[in-house]
């Protein structure tokens, strides 16, 4: 039986799959030169050190991930969602469209190009999702990513609650975590003012 090595783990990568060098059979020399030439010779994409994305092949060339999928790849998947403009985006509560995908995570990872990275410091995040996160980092200046109206992210909320993208206790376990008094404040108001609907 022969052994697996790194040049055929990477040639039977599955497209839209994330491969790390340091997860590949061999040598760590060898499973970072076999990618390196992977990279090279168009079968691969180098992310960035050590990290790397087998897209699909198309007439235009191979197809890259999305920042999202990058900060997730590079962050994990626990405690992480969009911040600022990122975040309105996410909620559909902005037109702007920032520079570069800003996330907020627990602990920041070296730089990754084309996102700009906040770290929030409060564990209870661990339990929320994408879109949870990128709520409650909108509670910290509404007044300032939500482009379209206090009453328009109200309703995207009870919409969201209602189709079970977000659950309201993660929520409430969430922000009683964040420092912030702003955020706090902002969420009873969201909370006040989705009951009274």
């Not at 060339?61 to 994990?76: F, Q, R």
């Not at 969602?81 to 602990?107: K, M, N």
């Not at 939500?146 to 109200?154: I, K, R, T």
Request: charged share 20%.
């Amino acid at each position: 039986m022969s052994q697996l090595t790194a040049a055929s783990k990477i040639r039977n990568t599955p497209a839209r799959s994330f491969v790390h060098a340091s997860q590949l059979p061999g040598t760590p020399t060898a499973a970072r030169q076999a990618a390196s030439r992977a990279a090279r010779s168009g079968d691969l994409i180098q992310i960035r050190r050590g990290l790397y994305y087998r897209g699909v092949n198309t007439r235009f060339g191979m197809t890259k991930p999305t920042v999202e999928e990058i900060a997730k790849e590079v962050l994990g998947t626990k405690g992480i969602g969009p911040a600022g403009y990122s975040a309105a985006r996410e909620w559909g509560v902005s037109t702007q469209i920032p520079a570069c995908f800003q996330v907020a995570t627990l602990w920041t990872a070296g730089p990754i190009a084309g996102i700009t990275q906040h770290a929030r410091r409060n564990k209870e995040r661990l339990i929320l999702n994408f879109k949870e996160i990128a709520l409650i980092e909108l509670m910290r200046a509404p007044e300032v990513f939500v482009e379209a109206g206090w009453g328009v992210l109200v309703s995207k909320v009870r919409d969201s609650l209602a189709l079970g993208e977000i659950v309201e206790k993660r929520l409430r376990v969430g922000v009683a975590g964040e420092r912030g008094v702003a955020v706090r404040a902002n969420f009873e108001r969201l909370l006040s003012d989705l009951a009274s609907l």
